[in-house]
C-alpha cells in the first residue's frame, strides 16, 4: 500500500512537492551531473535525481537519524547516492568538485550562513550552478515565532540572498519568490495536522491539500509569497 502510495501521490509534504519541480527547471540536472545535496533531510531529493536523472548524488545531513533513513531508501532502490552526517555550521568541502549544488530551506537553520554559502561556492566547479531556496523575511507572518521551526533568523530578502552570491563572485541568473497563498495555506494545514494528529491523518489529507496547492500555478498571488528561489552560476 504505501508503495503504490508514494508512487500515485508522491511523498505527502506539500511544501517539498511545489518547491522542487520549480527548482529543477533552473538546475537542469542531466545523467553526467554530480549533484550535492546540503541539508538533504531524508533524502528526498537527492533520490529523486538520481532515480529520475541517473546522476551522481551526494547529501549531507546533520541528524544521524536521517542519514540513516536516507541511505536505507537508497539502497533499496539502487540509486548511486551517498548521504554523510556533517556539521553544517563547520562544513568544509572540496573545492571545485560538484557539478551542481542544492541547499533547500537550509540557511535559516545554520548561524554561521555565510561561511556555508561560502564553501557551496568554492566547491563548485567553473559553470556549475548553486540553486538555494529560503523564507522570506518580510513576507510572511509565519515566521514570526521563527524559532517555533528551529530557525535562527526570520528569513531573507531578494537583497541580503543577492549579497551573498555577489561576495562569492558567482553570477546571478535569477531570483524570484515561491510559495504563494495556496501553497502557504495549505504547508500550515499540514503543520497543523502533523503536530495534533496521528500521521495517517496527514496521509489522507495530503492528496486534497497537494491538489489546492497547484492553484498557485493558474493564480500567482505574487504579494503572498514566503519564500525566494535563487540560481548562481559559477
Known amino acids: 500500500i504505501a508503495k503504490f502510495y508514494l508512487r500515485v501521490f508522491g511523498y505527502p509534504d506539500v511544501a517539498s512537492q511545489m518547491r522542487f519541480p520549480e527548482v529543477l527547471k533552473h538546475l537542469e540536472p542531466s545523467s553526467s551531473d ?57 562544513a568544509t568541502l572540496p573545492p571545485n568538485h560538484y557539478d551542481k549544488i542544492i541547499c533547500l530551506e537550509v540557511m535559516e537553520h545554520i548561524k554561521n550562513d555565510k561561511h556555508l554559502f561560502s564553501q557551496m561556492a568554492q566547491s563548485l566547479k567553473k559553470g556549475g550552478r548553486l540553486v538555494i531556496t529560503v523564507p522570506m523575511a518580510d513576507k510572511t507572518n509565519e515566521y514570526r515565532s521563527f524559532e517555533n521551526f528551529e530557525h535562527v533568523r526570520n528569513g531573507y530578502t531578494i537583497q541580503s540572498v543577492k549579497d551573498m552570491g555577489r561576495y562569492e563572485r558567482l553570477k546571478l541568473i535569477s531570483v524570484f519568490p515561491c510559495f504563494f497563498l495556496f501553497t502557504n495555506l495549505t ?27 497547484q492553484l498557485d500555478n493558474f493564480f500567482p498571488i505574487r504579494s503572498s509569497a514566503r519564500g525566494i528561489i535563487t540560481v548562481f552560476q559559477k
Open 34 to 90: 554530480t549533484i550535492l545535496d546540503v541539508g538533504s533531510g531524508l533524502g528526498l531529493y537527492s533520490i529523486h535525481l538520481a532515480r529520475d536523472f541517473n546522476c551522481k548524488t551526494v547529501g549531507l545531513e546533520g541528524r544521524q537519524g536521517r542519514v540513516v533513513q536516507s541511505e536505507t531508501a537508497a539502497q533499496a532502490l539502487n540509486l548511486p547516492t551517498t548521504f554523510r552526517k556533517i556539521d553544517l555550521e563547520k
Open 187 to 213: 504547508t500550515q494545514i499540514q503543520q497543523f495536522l502533523y503536530k495534533n494528529f496521528h500521521p495517517v491523518v496527514n496521509i489522507l489529507f495530503y492528496p486534497f491539500l497537494n491538489t489546492l496547492a
